[in-house]
């Protein structure tokens, strides 16, 4: 049965990282050097890459997602004591291919079949995100790739979530908005989006301005959200 916010939605978007993307793809791919440090290093990578996007936000300072990933990685590289710079230039070139989970094709395909309008809007370059969605097989199930890069801030700044309102010609209230980083729901929300948070990994809510509509585990339940049915 379909969630009554979400029945008249004509675009779904989507959050790339960590949402389409398995972003500890590359460590698990290229990381056996790393050891048993493996999982500590990509925790820590993902976390300092957030935490830069935020702080060059702030600080008016910015640089863009493939230099923001790469200083991530030098600091958790240095913070678990690994010196090599072969293996960054090897983590950063398999960033560019991360897997796509399993669910995200066929949502894609079920969304376009029913006439819905599909995106992307990530902190990713452009060619990051080019790379990503052509190394998944999706790029023909999308609509726009839409960047940041447009408007030179990083989410959760509301001129992001406004990129795909222009791009898309959707009114923010038509729009489903999908991400499994719950930061992102949140700003997400509270700018005005019908925000369905995939919650992949059982975090919870942030305490933060704005919440999610709808709490989905798997991008397969988006489906039924919406009103296509399994």
């Known amino acids: 049965m379909s969630h009554p916010d979400f029945s008249s939605v004509e675009a779904c978007v989507f959050d790339a990282y960590g949402t ?3 972003v500890h793809s590359a460590v698990a791919r290229g990381g056996e050097r790393l050891g ?3 999982d500590a290093v990509s925790n820590t990578w993902r976390q300092k890459q957030l935490e830069y996007t935020w702080l060059r936000s702030l600080m008016g300072a910015h640089a863009d997602f493939w230099q923001v990933t790469s ?3 030098d600091y958790a590289l ?3 004591g690994v010196e ?3 293996l960054h230039a090897n983590l950063m070139d398999l960033y560019l291919t991360l897997e796509a ?4 094709r066929p949502t894609l395909q079920k969304l376009k079949d029913a006439g819905l309008k599909t995106g992307i809007l990530s902190n990713g370059t452009p060619r990051m995100l080019e790379a990503a969605v052509t190394s998944a097989g999706i790029d023909n199930l999308l609509d726009e790739n839409l960047s940041i890069e447009d408007v030179g801030i990083y989410k959760p700044d509301n001129r992001v979530y406004q990129l795909a309102v222009d791009r898309l010609s959707v009114a923010p209230d038509k729009i489903c908005f999908v991400s499994t980083n719950a930061w992102d729901a949140a700003g997400a929300a509270h700018f005005g989006f019908n925000v369905a948070w995939l919650n992949r990994f059982s975090k919870i ?3 933060l301005p704005g919440r999610p509509k709808a709490v989905i585990n798997t991008l397969t339940d988006l489906s039924d959200l919406i009103g296509l049915g399994q």
């Open 36 to 38: 048993e440090k493996a």
């Open 20 to 22: 389409l993307f398995n």
């Open 84 to 86: 090599d710079k072969e």
């Open 78 to 80: 240095e913070a678990h």
């Open 71 to 73: 200083d991530g990685l």
């Open 205 to 207: 809510q942030e305490v």
């Open 101 to 104: 989970y399993d669910d995200v």
